[in-house]
C-alpha cells in the first residue's frame, strides 16, 4: 500500500515522496520514490517470504566489497531497502534478450563477483541481517546447505500439496552425502543473473540488481542458476556465458556431472515461487506444478 510507502520514507529521511509503482510481484513491491531530493527506488516485503531487509545488506556488501556495479544502498530497515536510482538499471519493463555479446559480458560479471567474494563467505547458507550486520546462517559443507535449501523450501510447497515431492529430492540427497563431492567453495551467489536484472552496455555490466535470491554457495549454484533458465536451446549463447566466466574464474572439474543437481534444486524452487508469486491462474499453475513435480521425480529416480 501506497501509504505503507510513506511510512518507510517518513521515519528515515527529512524529505520524500513517492512517485509510481515500479513492479509488484509477490513477496515484494518496488517504488520508484524520491528522499532528499535524490531520485531512488524502495523495494519493500509484502509477503513472510520476503526478505528485502536481507537483500539491501547483500545489494551493500557487493557495492563495498566487489568492482561489480550497484545501486547505492542508502537506508535498510526492518523490511524494506532504498537505493539510489541508477541510471544503467535494467528498467522493470525491459525486454533484454540473452545475445551472445550479453551472455559473454554477463558471464564474466557473474565470475566476477564470485572471485572478489570467495575470500570473504566462509560459511555455505542463506544470507542473514539479523543485528544490522550481514552474516552467513548456514554451515561449513555445502550438501547440507542444500538440504537446507530445499527443506525451507517444503512448507510453501506443502500447503499446496507439493511436500512429499520436496522430501523425495531431501531423502535423495541425504542418502548422497558425496552428491557435491568437488563443489567449489562458498562465494556470494546473485542468484538469478538472468538480462531482467544484470544489464549490459558495450560488452561489459552496466548494473546488476535484485539480490533477493542471493546465497552463499558454490560460483556453480550459480553458474547453472543462470544458465539453465537463460539459455534452453540456446547451445552459442551457453558457450559464450561460459568463456566469458571462465575468462575470470574456472569452473571445478566435474561441475557438468552435478548439473542434474543443480537441476534439482531449481526446479524445487520453481515449484514455490509458482505460489509465491502468484502470476498464473489456479488451472495453469496446478498444470506447471504437476509438469515440475514429474520432472523431479523422473531426475531423482534416473539419479538413483
Known amino acids: 500500500m501506497q501509504q505503507d510507502v510513506h511510512d518507510a520514507l517518513a521515519s528515515r529521511f527529512d524529505t520524500h515522496r513517492v512517485v509510481r509503482a515500479l513492479r509488484a510481484v509477490p513477496p515484494h513491491?518496488?517504488?520508484e520514490v524520491g528522499v532528499d531530493g535524490r531520485r531512488a527506488v524502495l523495494k519493500r516485503d509484502t509477503g513472510p517470504t520476503g526478505n528485502a531487509a536481507v537483500e539491501g545488506r547483500v545489494t551493500a556488501f557487493v557495492g563495498d566489497r566487489t568492482s561489480v556495479p550497484v545501486p547505492e544502498v542508502l537506508h535498510v530497515g526492518d523490511d524494506c531497502y532504498v537505493a539510489a536510482w541508477h541510471p544503467?538499471?535494467?528498467?522493470?519493463?525491459?525486454?533484454?534478450?540473452?545475445?551472445?555479446s550479453w551472455a559473454r559480458a554477463a558471464g564474466r560479471g557473474l565470475a566476477t563477483l564470485h572471485e572478489e567474494t570467495e575470500s570473504l563467505v566462509g560459511r555455505y547458507g542463506r544470507f542473514d541481517g539479523a543485528g544490522g550486520v550481514l552474516s552467513v546462517d548456514g554451515d561449513a559443507d555445502w550438501h547440507a546447505a542444500a538440504v537446507d535449501y530445499v527443506r525451507r523450501r517444503r512448507p510453501a510447497m506443502d500447503e499446496h500439496g507439493h511436500g512429499a515431492v520436496a522430501d523425495a529430492v531431501v531423502d535423495f540427497l541425504v542418502d548422497?552425502?558425496?552428491?557435491?563431492?568437488?563443489?567449489?567453495?562458498?562465494?556470494?551467489?546473485?542468484?538469478?543473473?538472468?538480462?531482467e536484472h544484470v544489464a549490459v552496455d558495450d560488452g561489459e555490466v552496466a548494473c546488476v540488481v535484485d539480490f533477493e535470491h542471493a546465497l552463499a554457495a558454490p560460483g556453480e549454484f550459480?553458474?547453472?542458476?543462470?544458465?539453465?533458465?537463460?539459455?534452453?536451446?540456446?547451445?552459442?549463447?551457453?558457450?559464450?556465458?561460459?568463456?566469458?566466466y571462465e575468462s575470470v574464474r574456472t569452473?571445478?572439474?566435474g561441475f557438468g556431472h552435478r548439473r542434474p543437481?543443480?537441476?534439482?534444486?531449481?526446479?524445487?524452487?520453481?515449484?514455490?515461487?509458482?505460489?509465491v508469486q502468484n502470476r498464473l491462474g489456479a488451472e495453469e499453475k496446478r498444470e506447471r506444478a504437476a509438469w515440475l513435480e514429474d520432472r523431479i521425480?523422473?531426475?531423482?529416480?534416473?539419479?538413483?
Open 176 to 195: 548422497r552425502p558425496d552428491a557435491f563431492a568437488g563443489a567449489d567453495g562458498p562465494v556470494c551467489c546473485h542468484g538469478w543473473a538472468t538480462p
Open 297 to 304: 521425480r523422473e531426475t531423482v529416480e534416473r539419479l538413483r
Open 261 to 275: 543437481l543443480y537441476v534439482l534444486l531449481n526446479e524445487v524452487y520453481y515449484v514455490e515461487s509458482l505460489y
Open 88 to 100: 544503467d538499471a535494467p528498467a522493470p519493463d525491459a525486454a533484454e534478450t540473452a545475445g551472445r
Open 29 to 31: 513491491e518496488v517504488w
Open 222 to 244: 550459480d553458474y547453472w542458476r543462470t544458465v539453465l533458465p537463460t539459455f534452453q536451446g540456446d547451445e552459442a549463447g551457453r558457450r559464450a556465458f561460459r568463456e566469458g
Open 251 to 253: 569452473l571445478p572439474s
